[in-house]
């Protein structure tokens, strides 16, 4: 029911922005059916590029949104699409608590499955992906994450190819689902390593591996986003080399027993060094391409380089404030948990272990895996509330019988400390429950679309972004062009039904360089760019009248700084800075900023409208500074639509014979 606010505070509504491209792209399963969704050229994004559909997505969400449509269609529930979207995911989330008490229990028994299943029930940095409205690749991934773990577990504990291949076909699935599958087929090699160099090596998992690798290898290549990169890239070297190796290993152990000892070691360095040989002319020959710009940002734990990468939020590193926030009294405990896994230890307890501690890693490097660690440390914290329930009260049980001989007031005592703990640890769970509860209600159900403020005691609405996209529907030609920012491509296309520049797939980067290059130019430079792209209108989102700090001025050095890497003669980001190196829109701010599209299109008659008291015209909430140009004119665009609170603004690109001053 905690996923429920979004819906019942505001309506059915998709969140964000990504969902609403996938969102479209179910829209055009259900409605012409697979292969017309997987043949599709769209050639309405990424003008005048396009953009072939199938081929580019993981298809796992649109296929589980439209078989799940089909199938209640098919007993006569006659649910839309838009609603089988938008609470996929919550739905989802019961699935995942299923998979995760089955996993735990698997590694700790019942009790700990229970309690682990109820802590990420409600866990805020799962919630955050799984609240109603949130139809993104990762409203089901997680499903798929916990639930090929525990597959693979059943595989290795049992030795049989049945749970392998059930680990397999859930492998599948998660390749179909969410990019993050990466991280599955770099841990159970690292695991399968780990049990071989430690000496827990057995039959049973190499029946397992194999079995999995095979047959995950073969289905995960029938995904077209995916294709050849199982045995081509670099993200997926470790799991074929740990496949060799255990080829090898069992070889070596074969040829042991056919060869001398002299013979077998000159075996053992012949073919040494024909692998070496090998790889080494794979990588210098292209065979095996070399890391994306992402996973080695993840896999070496730096900074993002990559301007395109650095600037997304989600791939920022993860402050201490952020764990604690979407964990709660999760993350203390799961240290406890993890001891008792080590202490003891088994090879289910020993790859969780080895995923808390990886999923730990990559969750301080990126702020978005956060969302993969929360699942480790829900089953570690379930491992160690049970045994700490269990510990004290089988204490207080013992304190209690007849049959003890132990002094009264021991008894007494440990009676009086395990009432203490439990009452404690009941405590904690409280807190735990209302404090998730609240942070999925307030920071996890707002949907980006549709904000909303508090005026004393009334709540107010504010339904900017649906208005424009309304307007752009309404009020402009089908074949209208515009451009934006990359954030909002994907709500323009879906919601205004229009051709757009670039969106959210950034796929293209000198594209995407490009946009930024129109906004941080002059308007007469910008003019050339827009013609050049036949664009016909331009979308700015603007907070300054009423204080949205996630507005295209706040963000504009990420377009300066990814449109100099790909123009550097055209686009400097310190000329968009003060000389004291400061980021302004006052009077002070450069001239270069002040020139810029960006600045003009956010701020023009913003001077001409109704200030607070006590405030100067012109006054931004967002950055609390009065603008440094005001009353300026535009001659090469006009403007063709402001929404109510100024929050989205629309120009028109003039045609060459409307130019103000011009031939």
């Known amino acids: 029911m905690c996923r429920m606010f979004a819906v019942i505070r505001y309506e ?53 949104a439209g078989a799940l449509y089909f199938l209640l269609h098919a007993f006569h529930f006659t649910i839309e699409i838009r609603n089988v979207c938008v609470f996929l995911g919550s739905f989802y989330a019961g699935n995942t608590a299923l998979v995760t008490f089955l996993l735990t229990k698997q590694v700790h028994g019942k009790a700990a499955g229970l309690v682990a299943a109820t802590l990420i029930s409600i866990v805020p940095g799962y919630c955050s992906r799984s609240v109603a409205g949130s139809y993104d690749n990762e409203a089901i991934a997680i499903f798929c994450l916990i639930f090929t773990f525990y597959t693979w577990i059943k595989a290795v504990v049992t030795g049989t190819m049945k749970w392998a291949g059930l680990c397999a076909i859930a492998y599948f699935y998660m390749v179909m689902a969410w990019g993050g ?16 160099l430690t000496g827990r090596y057995t039959h049973k998992l190499y029946v397992a591996y194999s079995t999995y690798y095979i047959l995950g290898t073969l ?42 000892k002299k013979n077998y070691r000159y075996f053992l360095q012949l073919v040494g060094v024909g692998l070496t040989v090998f790889f080494v002319l794979a990588w210098m020959f292209g065979i095996v391409k070399p890391f994306t710009g992402r996973f080695y940002t993840l896999l070496t734990g730096g900074k993002a380089e990559i301007p395109i990468i650095a600037s997304v939020s989600e791939h920022q590193p993860t402050p201490w404030s952020s764990l ?13 948990g993890l001891f008792i896994c ?11 272990c080895l ?74 769970g409280v807190v735990y429950v209302s404090s998730s509860i609240w942070v999925t209600a307030e920071a996890y159900s707002s949907p980006s679309i549709v904000l909303s403020s508090n005026q004393g005691n009334n709540r107010v609405i504010i339904d900017d972004f649906r208005e424009a996209y309304r307007w ?55 003019y050339k760019i827009l013609r050049k792209l036949d664009v016909d209108y331009l979308l700015v989102i603007f907070g300054g009248k009423i204080g949205y700090s996630s507005d295209d001025i706040n963000k504009f050095l990420w377009p300066v700084r990814i449109s100099a890497g790909v ?22 701010a450069p001239p270069t900023m002040k020139n810029s599209m960006m600045y003009k299109m956010c701020y023009y008659r913003f001077a001409n409208i109704y200030s607070p008291y006590g405030y100067p015209s012109g006054f931004d909430r967002s950055r609390n500074a009065e603008i440094g140009r005001k009353n300026f004119k535009l001659s090469r665009i006009d403007e063709a639509f402001t929404s109510e609170n100024w929050l989205v603004r629309i120009y028109k690109v003039l045609p060459e014979r409307n130019h103000v001053g011009g031939p």
């Open 342 to 352: 080590f202490r003891d230890i088994s090879d289910a307890s020993l790859f969780v």
């Open 567 to 588: 123009y550097p003669e055209h686009v400097r980001e310190r000329d968009f800075y003060h000389t004291d190196g400061s980021y302004r829109v006052d009077k002070w």
């Open 355 to 428: 995923y808390a501690i990886t999923s730990c890693y990559f969750a301080g490097i990126m702020v978005r895996l956060v969302l993969v660690f929360a699942p480790a440390t829900c089953i570690l914290s379930g491992i160690a509330l049970s045994e700490a329930f269990q510990l004290f009260s089988d204490q207080m049980s013992a304190a209690l019988s007849p049959k003890s001989y132990r002094f009264p007031w021991v008894r007494i005592a440990d009676i009086v400390v395990s009432v203490i703990v439990i009452l404690g640890l009941f405590g904690c």
């Open 12 to 64: 059915s509504v998709i969140h964000e922005f990504d969902p609403y491209f996938n969102f479209r792209t179910t829209q055009k399963l259900t409605e012409e059916g697979w292969y017309e969704m997987y043949n599709w050229f769209d050639d309405t994004v990424w003008y005048p590029l396009g953009r072939y559909v199938g081929s580019t997505v993981y298809p796992g969400l649109m296929v589980t």
């Open 181 to 196: 599958y990466i991280y599955i087929v770099n841990l159970i090699p690292l695991y399968t390593l780990f049990l071989l």
């Open 324 to 336: 604690f926030f979407d964990l709660n009294i999760a993350l203390a405990l799961a240290p406890a």
């Open 472 to 526: 752009m529907w309404q009020n402009t030609a089908e074949n209208a062009k515009f451009m934006a920012w990359w954030d909002y491509g994907y709500q323009m296309n879906a919601m205004g039904n229009r051709t757009t520049i670039a969106d959210n797939n950034t796929w293209n980067n000198t594209h995407i360089a490009t946009i930024g290059r129109v906004l941080s130019s002059t308007e007469e430079e910008a």
């Open 219 to 260: 289905l995960s290549m029938q995904v077209g986003f995916v294709g050849f990169k199982p045995v081509e890239s670099a993200e997926h070297f470790a799991a074929a080399g740990v496949f060799l190796a255990l080829q090898f290993y069992n070889a070596m152990n074969w040829m042991q027993t056919m060869l001398s």
